[in-house]
């Protein structure tokens, strides 16, 4: 019994691999190039946003700054809308 099921499960394994490999053959290559750049791009803006959270606690404004400019062209680039949680600004100190 053990053996059909192991079997089974080959079989169903070879099945999935060659279906993956089916499809890898039918999407362009750009395809990945262009979600990887921006995963990439995801994870950049998360770490701007993790050292801008670090500058502020260590009051060290100048490089908060440039933090939010990283930020906030990142997020253009990403078309998300620029929330002011992520630069840690109220309104008034945009102005």
């Not at 993956?20 to 039918?26: D, I, Y």
């Amino acid at each position: 019994m053990d053996n059909i099921k192991d079997e089974n499960l080959k079989r169903l394994g070879r099945f999935i691999a060659e279906e993956l490999m089916n499809l890898a053959r039918e999407t362009d290559g750009e395809d990945w190039v262009e979600e990887n750049m921006r995963d990439q791009m995801i994870g950049e803006l998360a770490r701007c946003v993790t050292l801008q959270n670090l500058y502020l606690d260590r009051e060290e404004y100048e490089k908060c700054a440039i933090m939010k400019i990283r930020i906030m062209e990142l997020s253009d680039r990403l078309d998300l809308p620029v929330d002011s949680n992520l630069t840690n600004l109220d309104k008034d100190d945009e102005t």
